[in-house]
């Protein structure tokens, strides 16, 4: 049987991530001790190997006690640790961790890696956020924006500010979950090309503009992201670009007091949004952070189930 990747949301079944999503609910439901019924067979001899070849503090540290709490054991690598940071290929890295381990989490510069990773894999690969996008941590939101407004499907989303890797993760879901998704970006710095051209084949509800206003307009939720993500090294010119895109306590105005604010972090207090907003009472930002804990089971138990 195939192993089960979780590389993009887009490449899944919306059944599949109806079932992930509510298995998150569940998870956090269950707490520390996770019944029986919801770890995968097996789990107790599975061992997890995570790369990173940038920093983490909530996927890191989230997918190992995720791990431990299922009942697994996890091995944490830089990637400069491994001969991949010499120049031993991808596909080789992929056939020889297959050998020892049981999934592997990696998270990389390149998107094309994982992708590789995952082509020569016979173990599940799961991406840990990538140049393009960030799937894991959608998942956490979709749990977080549940647990406040129901199901998400038919709600509307607004994204402000730059259209990148989590504004990716967020177009993919729209189009499987059923909701609205609004993104606000400068023309420069609005979602690439292959994201549009996907989501319009698939003819998700994605509206792109370049008005906060227009795209915050009775959105249910208001999320952001840092200006500058890893890997960016054009970071004045970004600042410059997406000064009129901070999330403040007008914008959150716009979209209404019932409105959530939503962000991946790490946040940066007085860019992408005030202090006011993030740490006010519409924010449920520690929310999110906690249910990449749960997310995370509730992947880590997709990816290693049987069923
Ligand atoms: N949101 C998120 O992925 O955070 P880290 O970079 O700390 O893992
Ligand atoms: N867009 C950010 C997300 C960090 C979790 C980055 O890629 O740096």
Redesign the pocket.
């Known amino acids: 049987m195939a192993p089960r990747h979780f590389i993009d949301i887009g490449d899944i079944d919306p059944a599949t991530l109806r079932r992930i999503v509510d298995a998150g609910h569940e998870m956090k439901r269950a707490g520390k001790v996770v019944p029986a019924r919801l770890r995968p067979p097996g789990i107790a001899e599975a061992v997890l190997v995570m790369i990173f070849e940038?920093p983490?503090t909530?996927?890191r540290v989230s997918f190992d006690v995720a791990m431990r709490q299922l009942g697994g054991q996890t091995i944490a690598l830089n990637h400069t640790d491994l001969q991949l940071g010499r120049g031993e290929s991808i596909a080789d890295t992929a056939r020889v961790l297959s050998r020892y381990i049981d999934a592997i989490m990696i998270r990389a510069n390149s998107h094309e890696s994982v992708v590789e990773l995952g082509r020569n894999a016979t173990v599940p690969v799961i991406n840990g956020?990538t140049?393009k996008s960030?799937p894991c941590?959608v998942i956490a939101d979709i749990m977080t924006f549940e647990e406040r407004k129901g199901p998400i499907a038919g709600h509307t989303i607004a994204w402000v500010g730059?259209g990148?890797?989590?504004a990716a993760s967020w177009a993919h879901a729209a189009s499987r979950f059923g909701f609205k998704l609004r993104i606000a970006s400068p023309a420069q710095l609005k979602p690439e090309r292959p994201v549009l051209d996907w989501v319009a084949a698939e003819g998700a509800e994605v509206l792109v503009t370049d008005d906060p206003a227009e795209a915050v307009a009775g959105a249910d939720c208001v999320v952001t992201?840092?200006w500058?993500?890893?890997?960016?090294t054009d970071a004045p010119r970004r600042k410059q670009m997406l000064g009129p895109y901070a999330v403040d306590r007008d914008l959150m105005r716009k979209a209404g007091s019932n409105a959530i604010f939503m962000h991946?972090?790490?946040a940066y207090r007085g860019n992408e949004v005030s202090a006011e907003v993030i740490d006010g009472p519409q924010s449920v930002v520690f929310d999110e952070a906690e249910n990449r804990l749960h997310a995370q089971k509730a992947i880590l138990a997709w990816c290693l189930g049987k069923d």
Do not use: A, F, I
């Open positions: 940038k983490s909530r996927t956020l140049d960030h941590q730059d990148n890797n989590v992201d840092t500058v993500s890893m890997g960016h991946c972090l790490p």
